[in-house]
């Protein structure tokens, strides 16, 4: 959450830049609403004029449903310092912003549209969309029709007969952190400073051995170019291909199921701080023509896990998503390595090597669970800049369609879709990371760390098992391998030796 003072400032940028915001007046509320909405105070609509500065600009599509929320600190420049969400919510103004939103989210519809009238307070909070978004998809699971916002989404399945407004409705007075920010991370426009640094080495055309020995065995990352050309998913995944192929097919989008056409409908218009994203482990089963349409690159071919056959956790996935997409921090499962394809659109990739924990996330001291910011754009928003004076900065590019990224197992990587965009990833366990894999797999919290099948705990025994019968031998020798390696690590150099390298003096003995 960003101080009152700092979301001051940014609304003001906002305003003078921003009359686009004004200017978009698509909301629709019910009938219901509209009535009890009466009384409020509509804040005229001002044009505002647009102004080149260094602030944060909306998208062009931003949307006016803000109903008028201010940032907190806009308060205290308001001479009656008056705020209606304290006189609208009466007693429970006690409760911060998140408490009266988890409560409200016990309400189903109908009850929330009624509390939506009670005073100017409830309306806003009542309209909250995410509130609206949990009650479609914990009622309708996938089979909505997204009708521009989640409000109207829900009236539309269960109270089609009601009208709508064409128009939004303003509450003046109303100030919270909580609300605006989480509405300006919904409208907010990727920052071009956000997108210039790009310090990924990239290749194109090296040999399997130049990608082992200078990027897979010393765990870098690297940006592939040219190597998805003989892909035919390249030319042909648009979305006339794909709904011709598999529109009525039901892919995995966050917690549901949903039909490819009616996803396509969804993001075409949807404007939210986390878009659902469309991400399918099962698309070559589902579609085996997809699988045809693309083949795995050859610096990644070794694929240890496929030993486990249908056992294996799952490892590939098509990724569909539009603007403002993506995957907030995390490191890959299993241990494992990956790489990611664009073939439509463009990602902004932000990547920290395993031993710099980037800065907003909170990892569990088991590994177990991250805290992170609730959005990406939030993350960009209060901690990008942060990272432009660690000693250890992130790498970071935009992966391009017929480009590829390798993710070395262990590191950090947050995504974020800067158009609509396709790509493919497959995670994996090459004889580089087989060692690594394995321990992982014995921890001892190995049933809550593991991750992509139903067998958590007896993975690492299948695995290994699997590995000793097809390659014997093999374990044992890379683990010796490792070993010297990390030995060879912690040698110390020549130069340490004969120095201190704590006083930085040179070590006598007699
Ligand atoms: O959103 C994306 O394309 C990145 C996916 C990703 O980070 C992953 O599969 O681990």
């Known amino acids: 959450m960003l101080a009152s003072k700092s979301l001051l400032f940014k609304q003001q940028k906002r305003k003078r830049k921003n009359g686009k915001i004004k200017k978009s007046k698509r909301i629709s509320v019910s009938a219901k609403e509209e009535t009890v909405a009466e009384p409020y105070q509509i804040a005229p609509e001002e044009e505002e004029e647009e102004e080149d500065d260094e602030g944060f600009s909306l998208k062009s599509s931003a949307q006016s449903d803000s109903y008028g929320v201010q940032p907190l600190g806009n308060l205290y420049f308001n001479p009656s310092s008056h705020n209606s969400r304290n006189t609208g919510l009466g007693n429970l103004q006690t409760l911060t912003d998140e408490l009266v939103l988890d409560i409200l989210g016990l309400l189903e519809g109908t009850h929330?549209?009624?509390?939506?009238?009670?005073?100017?307070?409830?309306?806003?909070?009542?309209?909250?969309?995410?509130?609206?978004r949990n009650l479609v998809l914990e009622t309708c699971k996938g089979g909505f029709l997204f009708k521009g916002c989640w409000r109207s989404t829900f009236v539309g399945a269960y109270r089609p007969s009601f009208p709508v407004l064409s128009f939004g409705l303003k509450v003046r007075d109303f100030y919270s952190d909580y609300l605006f920010q989480s509405w300006l991370c919904a409208n907010l426009e990727m920052k071009p400073e956000w997108l210039e640094r790009?310090?990924?080495?990239?290749?194109?055309?090296?040999?399997?051995?130049?990608?082992v020995m200078d990027f897979e065995e010393p765990n870098k990352p690297v940006l592939l170019e040219g190597c998805l050309e003989n892909w035919p998913g390249l030319e042909k995944w648009n979305r006339d291909y794909l709904i011709e192929k598999c529109g009525d097919v039901k892919f995995s989008v966050g917690p549901v199921e949903m039909k490819l056409e009616d996803y396509f409908k969804y993001s075409d218009q949807v404007r939210e701080e986390r878009p659902l994203y469309l991400f399918d482990p099962k698309f070559a089963e589902k579609i085996p023509q997809l699988g045809k349409d693309y083949d795995?690159?050859?610096?990644?071919?070794?694929?240890?896990?496929?030993?486990?056959?249908?056992?294996?956790?799952?490892?590939?996935?098509?990724?569909?998503?539009?603007?403002?997409?993506?995957?907030?921090?995390?490191?890959?499962?299993?241990?494992?390595?990956?790489?990611?394809?664009?073939?439509?659109?463009?990602?902004?990739?932000?990547?920290?090597?395993?031993?710099?924990?980037?800065?907003?996330?909170?990892?569990?001291?088991?590994?177990?669970?991250?805290?992170?910011?609730?959005?990406?754009?939030?993350?960009?928003?209060?901690?990008?800049?942060?990272?432009?004076?660690w000693k250890k900065r992130p790498i970071e590019c935009v992966c391009k369609a017929g480009e590829v990224i390798f993710v070395p197992n262990g590191w950090w990587h947050l995504v974020i879709n800067l158009e609509d965009s396709i790509a493919i990833t497959q995670n994996f366990v090459s004889r580089r990371n087989l060692v690594n894999?394995?321990?992982?797999?014995?921890?001892?919290?190995?049933?809550?760390?593991?991750?992509?099948?139903?067998?958590?705990?007896?993975?690492?025994?299948?695995?290994?098992?699997?590995?000793?019968?097809?390659?014997?031998?093999?374990?044992?020798?890379?683990?010796?391998?490792?070993?010297?390696?990390?030995?060879?690590?912690?040698?110390?150099?020549?130069?340490?030796?004969?120095t201190d390298s704590n006083a930085g003096v040179f070590r006598f003995s007699f």
């Open 198 to 211: 790009d310090n990924i080495v990239r290749r194109k055309g090296i040999s399997l051995d130049e990608f």
């Open 296 to 389: 795995v690159p050859m610096y990644f071919n070794e694929d240890l896990f496929s030993v486990l056959g249908n056992e294996r956790p799952d490892y590939r996935w098509i990724i569909i998503g539009p603007a403002g997409s993506g995957s907030s921090f995390h490191i890959d499962p299993n241990s494992t390595s990956a790489w990611n394809a664009v073939t439509k659109g463009s990602k902004k990739w932000i990547l920290f090597p395993p031993d710099v924990v980037p800065p907003g996330v909170h990892p569990s001291p088991d590994g177990a669970e991250v805290a992170s910011p609730v959005s990406i754009i939030e993350w960009f928003m209060n901690f990008y800049n942060a990272t432009k004076n």
């Open 437 to 498: 894999v394995l321990e992982f797999l014995k921890k001892p919290n190995a049933c809550t760390l593991v991750s992509g099948t139903s067998d958590r705990v007896n993975l690492h025994d299948k695995f290994k098992n699997a590995i000793e019968a097809h390659l014997p031998g093999t374990i044992d020798e890379l683990t010796l391998k490792d070993e010297e390696k990390k030995a060879q690590q912690n040698k110390p150099s020549f130069w340490e030796s004969v």
């Open 112 to 132: 929330l549209g009624i509390l939506s009238t009670v005073s100017k307070g409830f309306y806003i909070f009542c309209n909250h969309e995410p509130l609206w």
